[in-house]
């Protein structure tokens, strides 16, 4: 796909180049917003409306980063989720039953054993307790450097913080989250236990 080609022929009014882009971005954004979530049904709604937003706007995009740009509306979406919960909280009796096992993080190949994969399942959600546990200005940082693998001028860009406001979130960020798994560690496999 040549992604420059893409933004243009959506910028003027090509339904198919931007599907084009939304497939070859949508697995990164659902994850995004999974991790900033902790919620995979919220996650799936806000992915489709970061690119709903991500359309409207294409007009105002300029050639910079377009995986930053899309993220930094991505990241936005999320937090307008979160003020949305906060001021109406919804119970749904289907997140009481609903046991989804796509939500995990994917297991890597050479894992054989159900044990071992049991035991990837409680890392899993023991990770994402910590990173619900972060202020969401740390945790956007945490899992656009940690999970989705942005530089730090990237993040900048997706969060609209200075370079060394990143820097001192991702710090802030990666260290509570390793005093929380401290605090957590005999829930940890033996391998992950982290020692003071």
């Not at 049904?41 to 359309?55: K, L, N, P």
Request: with cysteine; charged share 30%.
């Amino acid at each position: 796909m040549d992604e420059q080609d893409c933004i243009a022929r959506s910028q003027q009014g090509h339904l198919e180049s931007f599907n084009r882009l939304v497939e070859h971005y949508q697995g990164q954004v659902y994850h995004l917003a999974y991790r900033m979530l902790g919620d995979a049904t919220a996650a799936e709604d806000v992915a489709q409306e970061a690119f709903f937003s991500a359309y409207r706007a294409l007009a105002s995009f300029r050639g910079q980063n377009f995986r930053a740009w899309l993220f930094r509306i991505t990241v936005n979406a999320c937090h307008d989720w979160q003020r949305k919960r906060q001021r109406h909280p919804e119970r749904s009796l289907d997140a009481l039953t609903d046991n989804r096992e796509d939500d995990e993080l994917k297991i890597p190949a050479d894992v054989e054993s159900p044990e071992d994969m049991a035991l990837l399942g409680e890392l899993s959600h023991l990770l994402q307790a910590g990173l619900d546990h972060l202020p969401a200005d740390q945790r956007s940082v945490v899992v656009l450097s940690d999970i989705q693998g942005l530089s730090y001028e990237e993040i900048a860009t997706v969060t609209g913080a200075s370079l060394g406001t990143v820097k001192s979130r991702l710090s802030r960020g990666r260290a509570r989250l390793r005093d929380f798994l401290l605090a957590h560690r005999e829930l940890l496999p033996r391998e992950y236990r982290l020692s003071r």
